[in-house]
T-cell receptor, first 114, second 113 residues
Framework: DQQVKQNSPSLSVQEGRISILNCDYT??????FLWYKKYPAEGPTFLIS?????DKNEDGRFTVFLNKSAKHLSLHIVPSQPGDSAVYFC?????????????FGTGTQLKVEL | ETGVTQSPTHLIKTRGQQVTLRCSSQ?????VSWYQQALGQGPQFIFQ???????GRGNFPPRFSGLQFPNYSSELNVNALELDDSALYLC???FGPGQGNAFFGQGTRLTVV
């Protein structure tokens, strides 16, 4: 049972344009959401997070939007840069779940082209 | 400030053998979580250790076990290795077991033949 889903395995965007990565979840108990970026041969690197009490969080070029009623979140990267090319994972956790257990999606491979 | 380090980086084992993977948590962090990432999948939570006690476990059999030491470093042990155990094993450290940002090591690539 995939509780966090990233339905787009890959996304290609031109440099300077906006990248939008999507994530859906099914577990209503999730109340904290994170995005990680992963380069080959490296561990995931934390990018940005959002609590369920907010609907938007912004950090530089990265903005995460949360739509609780739709159980959907998205990561916007603007402007996209070639160095943003990586696999992006959406993750979720529950404050009632005990421990900092993160449930990950399957990832979206972003390619930013010149 | 040192980051999360894992050893070894690569490992090849034979089916039925046992393996121990190691993780040093980031300075100041007292919580370590282990994840298994199979090819083409997202990381899956194995278990978490907080102040040397297991603090949550995912859907993995008992042959996956762990330890956390007084310096908060951690080990993941897998007994009776199966071919499906071949994966990238990731360690993440954080300050406290609650919600928050976990910082990952580079992982150990385990291949079972």
């Amino acid at each position: 049972d995939q509780q966090v889903k990233q339905n787009s395995p890959s996304l290609s965007v031109q440099e300077g344009r906006i990248s939008i990565l999507n994530c859906d979840y099914t577990n209503s108990m999730f109340d904290y959401f994170l995005w990680y970026k992963k380069y080959p041969a490296e561990g995931p690197t934390f990018l940005i997070s959002i609590s369920s009490i907010k609907d938007k969080n912004e950090d530089g070029r990265f903005t995460v939007f949360l739509n609780k009623s739709a159980k959907h979140l998205s990561l916007h990267i603007v402007p996209s840069q070639p160095g943003d090319s990586a696999v992006y994972f959406c993750a979720a956790s529950s404050s009632t779940g005990g421990g900092n257990k993160l449930t990950f999606g399957t990832g979206t491979q972003l390619k930013v082209e010149l | 400030e040192t980051g999360v380090t894992q050893s070894p980086t690569h490992l090849i084992k034979t089916r039925g053998q046992q393996v121990t993977l190691r993780c040093s948590s980031q300075s100041g962090h007292n919580t370590v979580s282990w994840y298994q990432q199979a090819l083409g999948q997202g990381p899956q939570f194995i278990f978490q250790y907080y102040r040397e006690e297991e603090n949550g476990r995912g859907n993995f059999p008992p042959r996956f076990s762990g330890l956390q030491f007084p310096n908060y470093s951690s080990e993941l042990n897998v007994n009776a290795l199966e071919l499906d155990d071949s994966a990238l094993y990731l360690c993440a450290s954080s300050f406290g077991p609650g919600q928050g940002n976990a910082f990952f090591g580079q992982g150990t690539r385990l291949t079972v033949v």
